[in-house]
């Protein structure tokens, strides 16, 4: 069964369309997001050592008060911090500045995000991951997409040991609806249904 999880496309809009632009000496293969767990930096990095010196990002989806009478148009943020662990701090803030990029101009990027969840639409649904990871979620059609940053960022992060981290902080808000047609129609985006 799919499931309608907004940050799990724009995670994965992210990871490819970042890669598009920075050079993939910066990435392994991918561009890794975890959801935000009671885990340590270092438990993350143990686990995928292959992508310990990658920029990583970690989520948190946040509902926001639906401020109007029509349900369907939901209005939620993705807190975002991005990490780096080892050399090559640039690497962080480049990555931070493409996302700025792919997400900060409004409709133009909702519609680009829509552009693409729409190649990756097959019957009806969106499938990432291979084998028993595999699984399904509906697509959905964005509105606006904006990108903004608070002021208790910072450059530089200390959990306390001797190892420091470079991390950024960002939110990204963002509306959406759920197609009445996403599960029949591949081309859902081409149109905003009644």
Do not use: C
């Not at 293969?29 to 930096?41: E, V």
């Not at 608070?150 to 197609?179: Q, S």
């Amino acid at each position: 069964m799919a499931i309608t999880y907004p940050p799990v496309l724009i995670n994965e809009y992210l990871a490819e369309k970042v890669l598009e632009v920075i050079p993939d000496a910066y990435f392994g293969n991918t561009m890794r997001f975890f959801p935000t767990l009671p885990t340590s930096i270092d438990s993350i990095t143990e686990g995928f050592p292959e992508a310990a010196n990658d920029v990583f990002g970690v989520y948190d989806r946040m509902f926001k008060l639906r401020r109007g009478p029509f349900p369907h148009i939901k209005n939620e943020q993705l807190l975002y911090y991005f990490y780096k662990t080892n050399q090559n701090p640039e690497a962080l803030f480049e990555t931070v500045q493409v996302v700025a990029d792919l997400l900060d101009r409004g409709d133009e990027s909702a519609q680009e995000v829509n552009e693409w969840i729409s190649s990756k639409v097959v019957n009806g649904v969106i499938t990432f991951g291979t084998g028993s990871l595999a699984r399904n979620f509906n697509p959905v059609y964005f509105h606006d997409i904006k990108i903004f940053q608070l002021e208790e960022t910072r450059d530089i992060i200390d959990f306390g040991t001797a190892r420091t981290y470079a991390g950024n902080k960002v939110i990204i808000d963002y509306t959406y609806h759920i197609p009445k047609d996403a599960n029949n129609d591949p081309k859902y985006n081409s149109s905003i249904p009644s």
